[in-house]
């Protein structure tokens, strides 16, 4: 599923991005696709291959590199920014641990009918965030936590 245009529109005038600057993609190829059409080194990553059999072809046309791996484990470091289409719910760390300082996440959380699109910029004393808007993209089912009892 793809986030409404209307909505990663939103998220990419966020995030700033300029031409140059080195982006991960999380369970986003349309934004991948953007991102490098402005200019960007962009790396799209996805957790079923099944994904790339579709988009592989147009993404490498566009000259993204493509990953197959966990989303809650981001693969590499020192990113100018990262952007995911889905939403999650709850900031995932290990997300701004892949950010360089200056870094810039755009992602929106999501833990009932609607989520708000954030930005997070990290520091290098700490981490900012911004809210941006509503919306309601599916969010990323592998980053639910496991339903736990507690008294």
Same mark, same amino acid.
């Given at each position: ?15 700033? $991005? ?7 993609? +999380? *369970?986003?190829?349309?934004? #991948?696709? !953007?991102? &490098?059409?402005? @200019? ?9 291959? $099944? ?7 147009? +993404? *490498?046309?566009?000259?993204? #590199?493509? !990953?197959? &791996?966990?989303? @809650? ?24 641990? #892949? ?53």
């Amino acid at each position: 599923r793809l986030m409404l245009p209307r909505d990663l529109g939103k998220l990419m005038q966020a995030l700033d $991005a300029r031409a140059g600057e080195k982006a991960l993609v +999380l *369970a986003g190829p349309y934004a #991948a696709a !953007v991102l &490098a059409r402005m @200019g960007l080194t962009v790396t799209a990553q996805e957790t079923e291959a $099944a994904v790339f059999e579709v988009t592989g072809a147009a +993404l *490498a046309e566009e000259g993204v #590199a493509t !990953v197959v &791996a966990p989303l @809650g484990q981001p693969q590499g470091e020192g990113y100018d920014l990262i952007v995911s289409e889905a939403a999650v719910p709850v900031r995932p760390e290990s997300w701004i641990a #892949a950010l360089r300082p200056g870094g810039r996440l755009a992602v929106v959380e999501r833990s009932g009918p609607v989520g708000k699109a954030v930005l997070y910029v990290r520091g290098r004393e700490g981490v900012s965030r911004r809210e941006l808007f509503d919306c309601a993209p599916p969010v990323l089912a592998e980053l639910i936590p496991a339903p736990a009892f507690a008294l």
